[in-house]
C-alpha cells in the first residue's frame, strides 16, 4: 500500500539503466535468502532467491550476489524498466528455525 | 490460479470489538505464516504454522491468536483489539520455510 514507501531508502533510476539494491542480513546462521518485490496495494511477489553455498544467482534480467563473510545481498536487475518501480525486500531464513526475517526495504524509481 | 486469499481487504473497527481475518490458499501448503507491516518497520512475523494443529509465535504475537484447523485455511483473531494493532496484515504460505512464500494482497486494518 501507499504507506509501505514512507521512511524507506529510495533508489532513482532512468529507464534502461540497471539498478543494485543492497541488504545486509543479520544472521550469520540464516542459510536462505530471497528477494521479494512489492507494487503498491500488493503483497510481497517473489522474485529470485539463494541458498548459502552459492555466492551468485541469475534470472531473467535479475541477478542475486551474495557475500557471507560480509552478510551482505544484493539484487542487480539489468536495463531496468517503469515496472519495476516498486518496494523491494530482502528476506532471510534459518531454515532450522522456520521463521522468515524481512529486511526494512528499498524502493525503487524508474524514470522514463 | 495458484493464490492465497485474505478477507476483509479493509475494516475499520473499534477498540474491543472481536474481529477474525480469514486467509486460504489453494496450493495445499503446509506452511502459513501472519505478517504484519508498518512504515518503519518493514515486515514481522506475528505467528506461523508447519502444519494442521501446529502453529508457533513469531517475533511479535502479542494480542493476536491463529489457528490451523485445516491445511488451507489460517485465520487471525483479534480477540480485543486496540489501536496498535493499526497495520496492514499479510497471510503468506509456501510448501516448507525453506521455499519461497507466496502472499495474499494484504487486509487493512484500523482500529479506532
Known amino acids: 500500500g501507499e504507506s509501505v514507501g514512507l521512511h524507506l531508502p529510495t533508489l532513482s533510476v532512468q529507464e534502461g539503466d540497471n539498478s543494485i539494491i543492497n541488504c545486509a542480513y543479520s544472521n550469520s546462521a540464516s542459510d536462505y535468502f530471497i528477494w521479494y518485490k512489492q507494487e503498491s496495494g500488493k503483497g510481497p511477489q517473489f522474485i529470485i532467491d539463494?541458498?548459502?553455498?552459492?555466492d551468485k544467482r541469475q534470472g531473467q534480467r535479475v541477478t542475486v550476489l551474495l557475500n557471507k563473510t560480509v552478510k551482505h545481498l544484493s539484487l542487480q536487475i539489468a536495463a531496468t524498466q517503469p515496472g519495476d518501480s516498486a518496494v523491494y525486500f530482502c528476506a532471510e531464513i534459518n531454515s532450522g528455525y522456520s521463521t522468515l526475517t524481512f529486511g526494512k526495504g528499498t524502493m525503487l524509481l524508474v524514470s522514463p | 490460479e495458484a493464490q492465497v486469499t485474505q478477507n476483509p481487504r479493509y475494516l475499520i473497527t473499534v477498540t474491543g470489538k472481536k474481529l477474525t481475518v480469514t486467509c486460504s490458499q489453494n496450493?495445499?501448503?503446509?506452511?502459513m505464516s501472519w505478517y504484519r507491516q508498518d512504515p518503519g518497520l518493514g515486515l514481522r512475523q506475528i505467528y506461523y504454522?508447519?502444519?494442521?494443529?501446529?502453529?508457533d509465535k513469531g517475533d511479535v504475537p502479542e494480542g493476536y491468536k491463529v489457528s490451523r484447523k485445516e491445511k488451507r485455511n489460517f485465520p487471525l483473531i483479534l480477540e480485543s483489539p486496540s489501536p496498535n494493532q493499526t497495520s496492514l496484515y499479510f497471510c503468506a504460505s509456501s510448501l516448507s520455510p525453506g521455499q519461497p512464500q507466496h502472499f495474499g494482497d494484504g487486509t487493512r486494518l484500523s482500529i479506532l
Open positions: 504454522s508447519m502444519n494442521v494443529e501446529v502453529t
Open positions: 496450493m495445499n501448503h503446509e506452511y
Open positions: 539463494i541458498r548459502s553455498n552459492m
